[in-house]
């Protein structure tokens, strides 16, 4: 049973650039949820992907957007990158939208200059 | 606004000793209350978690406590040990948004051999 993983571990980005984040889901999890950790800070919700739809947002503006596939992996992406917008991105998987147990990767790491 | 808040941000305890860590809440909606533990460089990782209808639940050395009217809950480690050094965070959720979690900002636990 392979775990949580996503890509890249780190990456580097100026502001106003946009970026694509990839996680691929635990077997078996058909939902996906992406959190945003700030430093010494806890994980904030994003949004979930149930089934290839959106299943709920955080409060974060419309220039973070998501995606998930027929195969459960998904993607997020952000335009218009700010100075702000640094921070782990984690990515957690579960057996669906009510499973109570996440299961997180080890997240990437934004930096945006 | 912080719909769960934490303490202490950051404990240091010897070996063998019993950290707590304390989370507080607003909203008697919420249904569910699990504590994720991480270690640095690692996502979060479900370590025990609780329902309002009980008061105390334990698995192993970890246990919750839980105070519905006072609407507080904590983490207690019984007989703590150099390998529970991480960052605990305390979380809750809505039945009606499933697995969608507000995370505590976090407590850097730390025990001294």
């Known amino acids: 049973e392979t775990g949580v993983t996503q890509s890249p571990t780190h990456l580097i980005k100026t502001r106003g650039q946009q970026v694509t984040l990839r996680c691929s889901s635990q077997?078996?999890?058909?939902?996906v949820s992406w959190y945003q950790q700030a430093l010494g800070q806890g994980p904030q919700f994003i949004f979930q992907?149930?089934?290839?739809?959106?299943?709920g947002r955080g409060n974060f503006p419309p220039r973070f957007s998501g995606l998930q596939f027929p195969n459960y992996s998904s993607e997020l992406n952000v335009n218009a990158l700010e100075l702000d917008d640094s921070a782990l991105y984690l990515c957690?998987?579960?057996?669906?939208?009510?499973?109570?147990?996440?299961?997180f990767g080890s997240g990437t790491q934004l930096s945006v200059l | 606004q912080q719909q769960v808040k934490q303490s202490p941000q950051s404990l240091i305890v010897q070996k063998g000793g019993i950290p707590i860590i304390n989370c507080a809440y607003e909203?008697?909606?919420?249904?569910?209350f699990p504590w994720y533990q991480q270690f640095p460089g690692k996502g979060p990782a479900l370590l025990i978690a609780?329902?309002?209808?009980?008061s105390e639940k334990k698995e192993g050395r970890f246990t919750i406590s839980f105070n519905k009217s006072a609407k507080q809950f904590s983490l207690h480690i019984m007989d703590s040990q150099p390998g529970d050094s991480a960052t605990y965070f305390c979380?809750?959720?809505?039945?009606?948004?499933?697995?969608?979690?507000?995370f505590g900002t976090g407590t850097s636990l730390t025990v001294i051999p």
């Open positions: 957690a998987s579960s057996r669906d939208r009510f499973g109570e147990k996440l299961f």
């Open positions: 077997s078996g999890h058909n939902t």
């Open positions: 992907y149930y089934r290839e739809e959106e299943n």
């Open positions: 909203n008697t909606a919420f249904d569910y």
């Open positions: 609780i329902r309002p209808d009980v």
């Open positions: 979380a809750a959720s809505f039945f009606y948004t499933g697995n969608q979690f507000y």
